[in-house]
């Protein structure tokens, strides 16, 4: 996931007047170009690699998850949002303030402070630094000055950071799709049967841990912004444009994803199975491209997480200032840099397993509220978005900690627990419920 920038500005997108209507296809693939560019961070290059080698022939199925639960619900996400208004306020008004502020806060908690940052920041270590330099710089004096760079710069937002975020998008893309055909071409070896029994649950997982699915109030934000600059002033010209663009930085991110996933499963006949993600990707680059690309990687998806840590950490600190009317001013905000550096300590692997359960209950009442917003027109009030979110998140966190101590024992007879979301039919349970309590205290306040 790579998040605007703290100016909050995307590509501008021009309107060419003189053919007197307004170019919507090409300003759809313009906007759907920088909608991908947002999506696809240098973060998200570890999970469907490591999702291939372990799903082998399966790949595909693990893949179809992967992308259902990461791609296709944060584009459908940006279009639901932009639909209902797109604004922050579109989960509150939905939820109700309280509820909704809760939500929101847990997403730009995860996105901006407890997860991401320090993941970008462990990332570019283990891809940037310790395959040249191993033990001789450790993780901790690393992260410190990773992120005083990230402080200072946060404090003093510059230009440098728009531009370099978006030089790296294009070379770092460029570079993939360069080592997928040569993955094709030149196979790292055969795929092999899968190393594990849970590829879709395993798929559904990875899709939690890309975030994407909790930066689309922001995206949508940027998006519906881009939109307007390019002369659409009537809602439903902006939604054409919005829904074609989606479209577009869903199919861009589906191949690019396939194509990692792939090598991943190439690669699982030649790589020991007890690597990190990220020391999976670099032996990948490093058996396909050599020590060069090894080099190329490590500097670009280093900077690509230096700028998204930058603009993470910079809109969660804005974010509080918000929400606490200044209370808490932006600078005392930041906070959430010496926070991301502690965490960051804890190392790649134990991040992204501690992010595990916490995005296992985050996500689903988030995806709920989002999705069920493509339905806002025929939903009366707020009664389905809570009853559904509330079931969501409360057989989340039933699961959540039967995954982490096995209390529960009675939850893996539950519909598709098999498959990672048995937290569905609770979630639809509880709409069903609220959309019966609001007809019955709608009809008791009109008597």
């Not at 595909?60 to 944060?74: K, R, W």
């Not at 797109?86 to 939905?94: C, E, F, K, R, Y």
């Not at 510059?158 to 360069?178: C, F, S």
């Not at 559904?388 to 209390?407: E, F, N, P, Q, R």
């Amino acid at each position: 996931m790579t998040p605007p920038f703290i100016d909050n500005r995307c590509e501008n997108v021009c309107v060419d007047d003189e053919r007197g209507e307004v170019p919507v296809n090409k300003d759809a693939l313009v906007v759907g170009l920088a909608l991908f560019a947002m999506f696809f961070g240098a973060g998200n290059l570890i999970f469907p690699p490591y999702l291939g080698m372990e799903s082998g022939e399966l790949w595909p199925l693990g893949l179809a998850c992967f992308v259902f639960f990461d791609v296709v619900v944060s584009c459908v996400g940006v279009f639901a949002i932009n639909n209902a208004g797109g604004s922050i306020l579109s989960i509150q008004n939905a939820l109700g303030k309280k509820a909704g502020l809760a939500l929101n806060t847990a997403a730009i908690l995860c996105v901006g402070m407890l997860i991401a940052p320090p993941r970008c920041a462990a990332t570019t270590f283990e891809m940037a630094i310790a395959p040249w330099f191993g033990d001789a710089i450790g993780l901790l004096p690393f992260s410190v000055a990773f992120f005083a760079v990230v402080l200072l710069l946060t404090l003093k937002p510059t230009r440098i950071i728009d531009v370099v975020g978006k030089v790296l998008t294009p070379l770092l893309v460029a570079g993939i799709v360069v080592m997928v055909i040569v993955g094709i071409v030149n196979p790292l070896g055969p795929v092999g049967a899968p190393e594990t029994d849970t590829v879709v649950a395993d798929g559904v997982l990875a899709g939690y841990q890309t975030m994407d699915i909790l930066a689309v109030v922001g995206f949508s934000i940027l998006v519906q912004e881009s939109v307007r600059a390019a002369g659409y002033g009537e809602k439903r010209d902006q939604m054409r444009v919005t829904a074609r663009a989606s479209l577009v930085a869903c199919v861009l991110l589906a191949v690019i994803y396939g194509g990692l996933t792939y090598l991943g499963a190439t690669s699982a006949s030649v790589v020991p199975h007890t690597v990190s993600q990220a020391e999976l990707i670099t032996m990948i680059v490093w058996k396909l491209m050599g020590e060069a690309g090894v080099a190329v990687l490590g500097i670009v998806v280093g900077l690509a997480c230096l700028t998204t840590a930058i603009g993470l950490c910079g809109a969660t600190a804005d974010y509080v200032e918000r929400i606490t009317m200044r209370r808490v001013s932006y600078r005392t905000a930041l906070v959430v840099v010496v926070a991301a550096l502690l965490i960051c300590n804890l190392g790649l692997t134990n991040i992204i397993a501690l992010a595990s359960p916490i995005l296992s209950v985050v996500c689903p009442p988030f995806m709920t509220t989002v999705v069920l917003l493509l339905f806002r027109k025929h939903l009366r009030g707020t009664w389905v978005f809570k009853g559904a979110a509330l079931g969501a998140v409360a057989a989340s966190l039933v699961l959540t900690v039967h995954d982490l101590t096995g209390a529960f024992a009675f939850v893996e007879a539950a519909p598709l627990y098999a498959y990672g979301f048995a937290w569905l039919l609770p979630s639809l349970i509880g709409g069903v419920a609220g959309a019966l309590l609001g007809r019955r205290f709608d009809s008791a306040a009109s008597g």
